[in-house]
């Protein structure tokens, strides 16, 4: 059985990348050229890595490499395509465990450090605080983790 690893978007598909950082997924999201979609092609021949494009010429290299190509433009539609395709479904333990700006795996960070960089309201909360070793970004579940799941549960309520 296949496992899928990691992800490899190209330039058509930031927005599904975003979202599969946000479930915590490894997706590497790439500007598209030609000389990109060399790079794409090497770094899909990973096991378990899986390329999702919107090019029909890439599908060219399908017997070489996973790959999925997307005729949706939502990026809804495309994660169920994704999901139903290769049979998988998001854990929500998962979520928020990746920067979304950079899909570098997250670092618990003590209470005290996320204070002084996240917004005050989020002090009275029991939050567990992490942070991009990569961009600094600093992350806590608050408001949106509810927000998040109930938006992939709707999406993927049909599958
Ligand atoms: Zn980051």
Not at 38 to 46: F, I, N, Q, T
Request: aromatic fraction near 8%; charge should be positive.
């Amino acid at each position: 059985m296949f496992l899928a690893k990691k992800f490899i978007a190209d330039a058509m598909l930031g927005k599904l990348a975003t979202w599969l950082r946000i479930m915590g997924y490894d997706c590497e999201f790439t500007p598209h050229d030609l000389r990109d979609a060399a790079l794409m092609l090497l770094e899909a021949r990973e096991p378990g890595a899986v390329l999702l494009t919107r090019d029909t010429r890439l599908m060219a290299h399908k017997a070489e490499v996973r790959i999925i190509l997307f005729r949706e433009q939502r990026w809804r539609d495309q994660l169920k395509k994704l999901f139903k395709e290769l049979n998988i479904k998001p854990d929500v333990k998962n979520f928020f465990t990746r920067c979304t700006l950079c899909n570098k795996t997250l670092i618990a960070i003590p209470r005290e450090e996320a204070l002084k960089a996240a917004p005050p309201q989020s002090a009275g909360h029991d939050y567990a605080f992490s942070k991009c070793p990569a961009c600094g970004h600093i992350y806590w579940p608050g408001t949106h983790l509810d927000a998040v799941k109930r938006e992939i549960a709707r999406t993927l309520a049909d599958l």
